[in-house]
């Protein structure tokens, strides 16, 4: 309970602003304040009302509200880790980061492994999220993919290859993060030590005209499943060390990649005018739907996880768009994927 003879001013906090009321003593029912946020050293406004405590309170939620609708208007965000509000929506209300999760991903696939008669031996150590399936169709018309035997998810099949003298593993068609991050959870229990995900993409800060990679350093949390890995942040970043290693590997080989951010969305039909032009001043390269997710899954579970965003259109804005390449951009992407995952292993084996 709040007790103004005990406390200091109470303090609310919202994007990088402090709100502070002084009231009299008798204003203390924990009730008035069960919706306010408490704690920070953010700049901060001062409202002292000492006779009118009830007006207090009233100037206090009309700073709140304004306060709101200004900052979320201008797009401006603070990645301090505040206090999240009482009635703050579900996906952000009592979230308890470090406690373990009851439901494990090797437990899913020991039972998925029972039902299915398979023996438990390891996937390919590189594997790939092929969200768009162009890569796996394309292998699989060569001759080139077998339907792995180590593979023991309900939801999905994953494929084998050899491509420059290297095993890889991939998946298709596994769009937006929740089903990425799924989908990762239960390759690093079955083998997999190290996972990229090559998606195409939407031009936002165009880098010259599409086709073309972006390696994706950091990636704008625009989805659900990254707030269960991560407390509330604007970016979810990459691995440095990933990154330069990609970016490195893929001018080696000339192919054209460039290194940048990206606005993760669950809401691909959503991608409106205001939205674009709020994701172009933040110098967003593209739009996808899968890297903030993966990339919270990453930093919390300690794994090694790259994404690249094949940027191939406009948002179909012209006639003309979601032009490819060869075999549908898998030619060039599996270029892609030899370099980084040549790259990937010529790293590990110095640190081994």
Known sequence: MYDAKKSPPLVICEAGVRFELASKPAYSRESDF??????ADPPWIGVTVCSW?????WVANRLWFAWGVLTRGLGINDNR????????PPILADKDYAAASVFEPANLLREARRQKSI???AVPE???LD?????LRAIRRQGRASRSTAWACYHTDLYEFDHEDARYGIIGCAVGGSFAVLLAEQLFVSGCRFLMSITSAGQIVAQGPPPYFVVIDRA???????YHYLPPAEFAPADPALVDLAITALNQRRLRAYKGAAWTTDAPFRETVGAIERCRAREILAVEMEAAALY???QARKKPVLCLAHVTNQMAVNTGDFEKGESDGAAVSLKVIAAVGQAWRTMTSCLT
Do not use: Q, Y
Request: glycine share 10%; proline share 8%.
């Open 296 to 298: 919270a899954f990453a």
């Open 126 to 128: 590189i594997c790939v």
């Open 131 to 135: 969200p768009d399936g162009d890569i």
């Open 119 to 121: 023996l438990e031996t």
């Open 34 to 39: 069960s919706r306010l946020a408490l704690g």
């Open 220 to 226: 704008l949390r625009d989805e659900g499943t990254s």
């Open 53 to 57: 405590p009830h007006f207090g309170h």
């Open 81 to 88: 880790n505040m206090s999240i509000k009482p009635n703050a």
